[in-house]
Every structure is written in structure tokens, then in C-alpha cells.
């Protein structure tokens, strides 16, 4: 192919349409024909001189530049598509992964619930029942020690009254009621010291339930919890 005459422009419209800007071989005349004239033979307007439109050769190298940048931009644009499929598809598989991963820990976490609610469950159901049996203990020495203090009084009368010297056995009736009545007091002071240390204990035990449902479990991931060590 001949070599493109640097005289000629090729330009491109807005409707797409060809056209060579070349000057007048006589005149001089700057003068525009289509692309499509290239080769052909014109008339200038100015001189009236007939000449060969130049430029063919600009022409056939404007459309191969043009059909270059085309396929180049087809180029690109499908390693684009390419490259957005690609990274659509990796966000799928993110997205895929990672609701796979909220599952899993969606049902550790509630394997650990259960195991907590279990383990709070019988422990509870332990300390309830030692806290019947020590209740039940106290009420029954509690009776205990009110009828030896009562048994404690009426055998103090009897020897009183029995006794040669009246005033001894007032004394030992005083001396019998008087130890009675401490040893009782002290046994229900007793009890209520026990009482309070059981209240203080079954609010610190819901408390601490209650702390339970609100914080991490302490049980690993993949650890069980082996409720026989409660028994």
C-alpha cells in the first residue's frame, strides 16, 4: 500500500460519515470530499481545475486504525465481563462460606446453651435438694433441743420440790430454767445464722445462673460436659 498523503485529513462526523479535508493541487484551496470520492476525480470550485481526489490511501488507514481500536475495545470489554463473572463468583463463594460458618457457630452456640441449661439445671436440682436435707436437719434438732430444754425444766421442778432446803431447790429450779433458756436462745440464733447463710446462698446461686445466660459459656467449642462429676 502507498504511503498516505500528509496533505489529507481524514474526519469523522457525528453520523459516522467519512470525509477527506485535502487542498486544491492548483490553488491551493482548502477543499472537503467523502471519503467515498477518494480516488475519483473532482472540480475545484474556485478554480474550476480537475483533479484526482487524494487520500485513498489516508482512508483505507483511518478504517484499519478504526478496526483496530474496535477489536481492542472488544478486547477489553470481555476481559472486563470476564473479570466481573469472576469476581461475582467469588463473592458468591464468600457469601456461600461464610453462611456455611454462621450455621456451624449458630449450632455450637446453641449446643453450648443446652449444655449450660443442663448443667444449671442439675446442678441447681443438688444444691436444692442439700439445702432441703439441711433445712429439715435443723427444724428437727431445733425441736430436739426445745424439748430437752422443756425436759430440762420440768426435772429441775421435781427436785426442787423434792429437795430438804427450799432455797437449794429454788436455786437449782433458777440455775436448770436459766441454762434451758440459753441453750435454747443460742440454738435459734444458731438456726438463724443458718438461715441467712442459705438465703445469701440461693440469691448468689440465681445471680450467678442468671450471669451464666449473659456471658461466654465456660465449655470450649467442642468440649462436653460431664454431668456425673456434679453427683
Not at 463473572?85 to 453450648?112: C, F, G, H
Not at 430444754?149 to 429441775?156: D, L, P, Q, R
Not at 440455775?175 to 446462698?201: M, S, Y
Not at 440465681?206 to 468440649?223: G, T
Request: negative net charge.
Amino acid at each position: 500500500m502507498d504511503k498516505p498523503d500528509p496533505t489529507v485529513r481524514v474526519t469523522k462526523n457525528t453520523f459516522s460519515q467519512l470525509s477527506v479535508k485535502y487542498p486544491c493541487p492548483q490553488c491551493g484551496e482548502k477543499l472537503s470530499s467523502k471519503a467515498a470520492s477518494a480516488g475519483g476525480r473532482d472540480t475545484c470550485p474556485a478554480c474550476q481545475a480537475s483533479f484526482v481526489v487524494p487520500g485513498a490511501e489516508n482512508v483505507a488507514l483511518f478504517n484499519e486504525q478504526e478496526a483496530r481500536r474496535a477489536h481492542e475495545q472488544q478486547v477489553q470489554k470481555a476481559a472486563d465481563r470476564r473479570a466481573m463473572e469472576a469476581a461475582e463468583t467469588a463473592r458468591q463463594i464468600e457469601e456461600e462460606l461464610d453462611e456455611i460458618a454462621s450455621v456451624e457457630r449458630n449450632k455450637k452456640k446453641a449446643r453450648r446453651e443446652y449444655q449450660t441449661e443442663v448443667y444449671d439445671a442439675k446442678r441447681s436440682s443438688v444444691v436444692t435438694s442439700c439445702m432441703r436435707s439441711c433445712h429439715a436437719l435443723l427444724g428437727a434438732s431445733f425441736w430436739c433441743v426445745t424439748i430437752v430444754a422443756a425436759s430440762g425444766v420440768v426435772v429441775s421442778l421435781i427436785v426442787a420440790f423434792r429437795a430438804d432446803n427450799l432455797l437449794e431447790g429454788m436455786t437449782r429450779v433458777a440455775v436448770g430454767i436459766i441454762t434451758a433458756i440459753v441453750v435454747w436462745v443460742a440454738h435459734v440464733v444458731f438456726l438463724g445464722l443458718f438461715g441467712v447463710l442459705f438465703e445469701i446462698e440461693k440469691n448468689t446461686r440465681a445471680m450467678r445462673l442468671e450471669l451464666d445466660h449473659h456471658r461466654v459459656s465456660p465449655f470450649d467449642d467442642d468440649d462436653e460436659i460431664d454431668l456425673t462429676d456434679i453427683d
